[in-house]
């Protein structure tokens, strides 16, 4: 009697926490690495599938596409409503640009979506660095999702790699910009990791 009592405790338990870790394995990352091109083409992207091609034409459902010739800035061409980049003050940039938007911000339904090219001043777009830009996509549920993705830039803004996208599965969920730590902090990490387990 108490052993079926403990069995069904420990069923229970099993269900609420896969339910849990269902509910909370909602963000979807991809490590991307790719190189945006700096021609009138750029990179189409669908975010979902992970699929890219030079043409739109070539990439079905397509998300997002930055491009652009200019070593001084980065333009993006917009996917069927709803789409778009979040625009904003983001590191110190203007409101009518797309933003490089700090660790922390929220993106959702409350953001400002548009796809004005950015630079350094327009979208406080930092170079040398890691650049967050958040974005809205329709995924194929036919609903909106929130996402927001790793732009690496060089020397110039002509320099750019797509390095990570992150969305929501869920649609009409918002999505947090997360902090990466720098390599550094990641290997000091592991080197403290190493050093609790010597002491054991």
């Known amino acids: 009697m108490l052993s079926n009592r403990l069995a069904m405790h420990f069923a229970a338990a099993a ?20 190189v945006i091109p700096n021609n009138i083409d750029g990179l189409y992207i669908n975010v979902e599938t992970q699929a890219t091609g030079a043409a739109g034409s070539a990439v079905a459902g397509w998300d997002l596409n930055p491009y652009g010739t200019s070593t001084t800035g980065i333009s993006w061409f917009a996917a069927a409503a709803p789409s778009g980049c979040v625009m904003g003050l983001g590191q110190g940039g203007t409101t009518s640009a797309v933003a490089s938007l700090s660790a922390g911000t929220l993106i959702d339904g409350s953001s400002t979506f548009g796809n004005t090219a950015s630079s350094t001043t327009a979208g406080g777009w930092l170079l040398n660095a890691n650049n967050n830009f958040g974005f809205r996509f329709l995924g194929g549920d036919g609903l909106t999702h929130y996402g927001y993705g790793v732009m690496a830039i060089g020397a110039n803004m002509g320099t750019r790699t797509l390095v990570s996208i992150d ?34």
């Open 15 to 34: 269900v609420a926490t896969t339910v849990a870790g269902a509910a909370s394995a909602a963000v979807v990352h991809w490590d991307a690495n790719l």
């Open 167 to 200: 969305f929501e599965s869920v649609a009409g969920a918002g999505i947090t910009v997360a902090a990466v730590p720098a390599p550094g902090a990641m290997a000091l990490l592991g080197l403290a990791g190493l050093a609790g387990r010597r002491r054991r």
